[in-house]
């Protein structure tokens, strides 16, 4: 499932066809870049945290040493500056990294019969009835959990919220974990590594994200 998502990226849509945008607190997903790309500090899983080609390709787009990455709130500045420039010359950020993309560009998809947002913060309210309503549609739940999931989230299913595979279907209100595939826990490290300067920056640059999935600007709110 993982490996195909790729061919799926350009995939034409039709009248009929409904879609389910995955959003993410502008906050968390930056840091969660950070931690992941940058400076490779995985908690779960380990997919990419590692990829020596994925740190040369950031330090050598935002211009810093790659085996000594700049602190969360310098990363910021300097990620600021580039996508300053980028609108200057009129190039999309999407097409330098699909992770510099806002995630307002899924809202593109004016063709499709229903664009819907589920956010990554409430998953554990959305993924039960989105599983059954896929599986009505043809999908196997079965697919959802085995041995070969190990690989990629360190358990033997896709998800779970309290860290336990027979909880998948849960409806629960604990916190969960955002991602057992590359997870680097940002979304409880946002008040660590944020500074009064970094957060006006990330609200700058994707201030259509805050505003049109209506995430809360500061970077402690939940």
């Known amino acids: 499932m993982l490996k195909r998502i790729s061919e799926y990226d350009y995939s034409a849509l039709s009248s009929t066809d409904r879609i389910w945008m995955l959003a993410r607190n502008p906050y968390s997903r930056v840091l969660s870049l950070y931690l992941h790309k940058v400076v490779g500090l ?31 709130s310098v990363w910021v500045d300097l990620l600021a500056r580039v996508m300053v420039r980028l609108q200057a ?3 999309d950020p999407c097409m ?4 510099f993309c806002s ?11 229903e664009v819907m947002v589920l956010r990554l913060e409430e998953q554990w309210r959305w993924f039960e009835p989105l599983v059954a309503l896929l599986s009505s549609t043809g999908l196997s739940p079965d697919s959802l959990s085995g041995h070969l999931w190990t690989p990629f989230t360190g358990l033997s299913c896709f998800y779970a919220p309290t860290g336990n595979c027979s909880d998948s279907m849960t409806r629960t209100p604990k ?3 955002v991602d057992h595939i590359h997870g680097t826990g940002a979304s409880d490290a946002v008040g660590e590594h944020y500074t009064p300067q970094a957060a006006f920056l990330i609200r700058r640059i994707y201030e259509s994200g805050f ?7 500061s970077p402690t709110s939940r």
Request: with cysteine; glycine share 12%.
């Open 42 to 72: 995985c908690k779960f899983g380990s997919l990419g945290c590692k990829d020596h080609a994925e740190r040369m390709k950031f330090a050598g787009i935002l211009g810093y040493n790659a085996s000594a990455p700049p602190a969360f």
């Open 89 to 91: 010359h009129g190039i």
């Open 96 to 99: 330098v990294d699909k992770h």
């Open 103 to 113: 995630q307002t560009s899924g809202c593109a998809w004016r063709q499709a019969k």
């Open 175 to 177: 916190p969960p974990l």
């Open 211 to 217: 505003n049109l999935l209506g995430y809360e600007e």
